[in-house]
């Protein structure tokens, strides 16, 4: 009987330095991930900042960017309105041409 409860003994003590050990590994992968989670949010703020500093001249290149590119919309329009037009050498381009035609109907 008194080796059954020794036995019995020795296997809780086990369990117990297994538990600990286990929540000591969770609460230190717990620890790790926290920090980590906290050195980027620290980054992402970081940049965010340098963002907002930035941000006025970005804004700028911005909008000269979208200038430039709706200067490059209206060449490309100029560079694909004469292949639209007739062999006759029409000021209007064919579409026009054929709205004004079904105005006069």
Do not use: Y
């Amino acid at each position: 009987k008194r080796g059954k409860k020794e036995k019995k003994e020795k296997k809780e003590k086990k369990s117990k330095k297994e538990k600990h050990a286990k929540r000591d590994k969770s609460e230190k992968k717990h620890k790790k991930h926290k920090d980590s989670k906290e050195r980027r949010e620290e980054e992402r703020n970081g940049h965010e900042e340098a963002r907002r500093e930035k941000r006025p001249a970005d804004d700028e290149e911005r909008e000269g960017f979208a200038k430039r590119a709706r200067a490059g919309d209206a060449k490309e329009a100029e560079r694909e309105r004469p292949r639209e037009e007739p062999a006759g050498g029409s000021l209007l381009p064919s579409p026009a041409s054929s709205r004004s035609d079904s105005d006069s109907d």
